[in-house]
């Protein structure tokens, strides 16, 4: 597996290169959206939580594969032109922010309306209160499965071997069908997926540790 590694080492480190890229974007993008939506559900606005749902319930029940695909060959037909790497992160952006968002609002409801009311009666206006008050306690309540997400995001990201996103699947595929070695290549690149999810799964557990402490 050392030659392997070796003799490939240029398109296995492009193609993590691509996977912590479009990880790394996917991930802040879906947590800000997810959070925003979570917000929007909680929403005393019915309109707006109606909205907020449906976007989760569509994303959540829909393949991610479906998602990703509908950027990349679809959304082509009708002018919008995105490669791979686009499509991809675009897609675990979408998928992925849907759970968030299911996480994040459990947080909120677990908040008891106490915190809220405290926050309005103080003369806080209502985003004020929910982002000063109420988020800061919600999240520290959903970390450990908000790392979860996290991981399996990372996890998802090989869906840009599905199209062509150089992403580091993509050049696993390229290694085994030139090298004819599948055992050795895949073994290889799962160890490469373990070692960018782990650290993520102890810095979360850090950071839950951290918190329950301060508490």
Do not use: H
């Not at 679809?74 to 995105?82: M, R």
């Amino acid at each position: 597996m050392i030659a392997l590694f070796t003799d490939n080492s240029d398109l296995i480190f492009e193609g993590l290169r691509t996977t912590l890229l479009a990880s790394f974007i996917a991930l802040v993008a879906s947590l800000i959206i997810g959070t925003i939506m979570a917000v929007l559900q909680v929403s005393p606005l019915k309109i707006l939580g109606k909205i907020a749902t449906a976007y989760v319930e569509f994303f959540r029940n829909i393949p991610l594969l479906i998602i990703v695909m509908f950027f990349f060959v679809v959304a082509p037909i009708y002018g919008f032109q995105f490669d791979g790497f686009t499509s991809g992160t675009i897609g675990l952006t979408l998928y992925t922010s849907a759970f968030i968002a299911d996480t994040v609002r459990a947080g909120i409801e677990g908040i008891p309306k106490g915190q809220m009311e405290a926050g309005l009666s103080t003369g806080l206006s209502y985003p004020e209160a929910m982002w000063y008050i109420v988020l800061p306690q919600a999240f520290k309540i959903v970390i450990p499965p908000l790392g979860n997400q996290f991981i399996n995001l990372v996890k998802n990201s090989s869906i840009l071997a599905m199209v062509t996103g150089v992403d580091l699947m993509y050049q696993g595929d390229l290694i085994a069908s030139t090298t004819f070695n599948t055992i050795g290549t895949y073994t290889m690149i799962g160890c490469f997926y373990l070692l960018m999810t782990l650290p993520v799964s102890y810095l979360m557990k850090y950071i839950e540790n951290r918190l329950a402490v301060s508490n």
